[in-house]
Every structure is written in structure tokens, then in C-alpha cells.
């Protein structure tokens, strides 16, 4: 499975962006999928993450309320609606892909996941 990410980009604070994961080598349909990011300086961490029947999404407490996770099997793409940025939401993202478990789980854990994309840079300036 590969991977490309794609969206990213600069917005002032309280703006938006769509970023999109469109897999390619065959199909994610029954892969859970997450998006994670690294800030210059910083650990990666878990963003969010939508079981493989896209009924069950889970976020991180800071993006709760603004970000949105969903997916389109059809297009085997994944995508990340970002409302309402803030400067510390600034990082490269990532999305990952790991296969299996049951239709409603989710993972959080960046070990969890088998297959990553390379990233892309959202910038948000005040």
C-alpha cells in the first residue's frame, strides 16, 4: 500500500484546509486509517483515526469539535477537514494505514500502524 498526502498548506489563524490520502497498490477498504503529525521540535502524535467501515472516528483532544476525519472507499482516499486552525496545529501530517480488526476499531497508537505516507506541511500563522 502506498500512501500520498496531499492538501496541506499555510492558512491564518481560524482558517481551513481539506487535507486528502489517496492510497494506491490496492485497496484500503478494510484498513483503519489515522492521520498523525510532527511539529518542528516535537514527538509525532496521533491526530485521528476512522475504522475501516468509516462508521467509528476518534480524535485528540485538541482537535475535538474542529478537525473531521472521514473516507471515501470508492476513491480509497481518506481525508481530514481542519476547521478553525490554530498556530499550534502547525506540523507536517501524516497519513498511516494498518489492516484488520474488527469493522468499528480504531487505533491510536503510531506502532499500530503498518503503512505511511510521506507527509504534508500545514502552516498556520497569527
Known amino acids: 500500500v502506498q500512501l500520498q498526502a496531499s492538501g496541506g498548506g499555510m492558512q491564518q489563524t481560524g482558517g481551513s484546509l481539506i487535507l486528502s490520502c489517496a492510497a494506491s497498490?490496492?485497496?484500503?477498504?478494510?484498513?483503519?486509517m489515522a492521520w498523525f503529525r510532527q511539529a518542528p521540535g516535537k514527538e509525532r502524535e496521533f491526530v485521528s483515526t476512522i475504522s475501516w467501515d468509516g462508521g467509528t472516528a476518534n480524535y485528540t483532544q485538541s482537535v475535538k469539535g474542529r478537525f473531521t476525519m472521514s473516507r471515501d472507499s470508492a476513491r480509497n482516499t481518506v481525508y481530514l477537514q481542519m476547521n478553525s486552525l490554530k498556530p499550534e496545529d502547525t506540523a507536517v501530517y501524516y497519513c498511516?494505514?494498518?489492516?484488520?480488526?474488527?469493522?468499528?476499531?480504531?487505533?491510536?497508537?503510531?506502532?499500530?500502524?503498518?503503512?505511511w505516507g510521506q507527509g504534508t506541511q500545514v502552516t498556520v500563522s497569527s
Open positions: 497498490g490496492r485497496t484500503v477498504r478494510y484498513y483503519a
Open positions: 498511516a494505514a494498518t489492516y484488520g480488526g474488527a469493522f468499528y476499531s480504531t487505533y491510536t497508537n503510531a506502532g499500530e500502524y503498518t503503512y
